[in-house]
């Protein structure tokens, strides 16, 4: 049975992030800004979802999507304080910024296939 992720999950994930030190000059009651690296696949879907619905705003946050062509590309912007949230995939550079001392914290799967399910091509 393939699991579908609540688009509700995604909100601690996103609170995680907002509570950055760099947002407490925020002025109080003001909704947070939450900068998103994406590529806009399907299985950011939940992120979609959630945002139409409105299930962000109704947590204080302000989800701003940006665009990314490849998820290895979000690690320079993530960590210089440009992205709070990279969904992408793990990759040689996230592991080399990550050895450099540039902090990075992996906090979540945003998506998963049942065991039976393989990626595979020909």
Known sequence: MLRTPSPVALVPLLLLAAAHPAR?????GAPIE?????????S???LFIAQHKG??????IELKLVSFDAGPKMVAPLGAGQ????AGATS???FNAIARGIEIKIVAD????ARSWSQAAR
């Open 44 to 46: 950011d879907a939940a």
């Open 92 to 94: 040689a550079g996230l």
């Open 55 to 60: 299930y962000f705003k109704e947590q204080g």
């Open 110 to 113: 945003k998506s998963s296939s």
């Open 24 to 28: 407490a000059a925020d002025p109080p």
């Open 34 to 42: 939450v900068r998103v690296g994406t590529n806009f696949l399907i």
């Open 83 to 86: 992205l709070e949230v990279a």
